[in-house]
Every structure is written in C-alpha cells, then in structure tokens.
C-alpha cells in the first residue's frame, strides 16, 4: 500500500493551499481516509476524517470552517482544501487510510489507522 501526499508548499498568511493524497495497492473504497499534521515538537493530531464514500466528515475545531476534506474514489484520492491559513498552520501533513469503511473515533483519534502516507509540507508565512 503507498500513500503517496503532494500540494504542500510554502504560502502566505491567508492564503490557499490544496493537499492531495493518492493511494495504491488498496481497495480505496473499502478505507476511511484522513489527515493528520505535526508541527516541529508538537505530537501528531488529526485534523479531518471521511468515511469511505465521503458521506460523513469531521473536522477538528482548527479546521473547521476553513479546511475540507473530500474524495474522489473514481481517482483513489483524497483532498485537503484549505483556506485561511495562518502560521499555526505549519506543519507536516500526512494522510492516512484504515481499513474500516466508517470512522471510529478510537482508531482515528489514537492514530491507530493502517496506512501513512510520507507527509508533506506546508509553510505558512506571516
């Protein structure tokens, strides 16, 4: 399985950035998918969360209002639209898949899903 993250970047305080996260050697429609961030010295925390078919999403209070998470299983990827950024925001972000078609707030928020992707990074300047 290869999770394989791109859009990071470098960007200004409020602006824009679109993360996507495309997967391989699953059965994409089978898996919850999610992204995470980590900040340097800061634990990993997720940020959002989709079932399989994108039906049910949740957001972090960071998050919410400003970042959408979608999916497209037709292309085996997921999304992370973000607007508003500001420096809290920087960080690396990885996505992540598990196996269960639902969210389990267990799994997620333990970060015990299956899958990782290698991160990528987003540079928010002020």
């Known amino acids: 399985v290869q999770l394989q993250a791109s859009g990071g970047g470098l960007v200004q305080t409020g602006g824009s950035l679109r993360l996507s996260c495309l997967a391989s050697?699953?059965?994409?429609?089978?898996?919850?998918a999610g992204w995470f961030r980590q900040a340097p010295g800061k634990d990993r925390e997720l940020v959002a969360v989709?079932?399989?078919?994108?039906?049910?999403?949740k957001y972090e209070k960071m998050a919410e209002g400003r970042f959408t998470i979608s999916r497209d299983n037709s292309r085996n990827t997921v999304i992370l639209e973000m607007h508003s950024l500001n420096p809290d925001d920087t960080a690396v972000y990885y996505c992540?898949?598990?196996?269960?078609?639902?969210?389990?707030?267990?799994?997620?928020?333990?970060?015990?899903?299956?899958?990782w992707g290698q991160g990528t990074q987003v540079t928010v300047s002020s």
């Open positions: 992540a898949m598990d196996k269960s078609a639902a969210v389990y707030d267990s799994i997620w928020y333990q970060k015990r899903v299956d899958y």
């Open positions: 050697g699953l059965t994409f429609d089978d898996h919850s």
């Open positions: 989709t079932n399989w078919d994108g039906t049910y999403r």
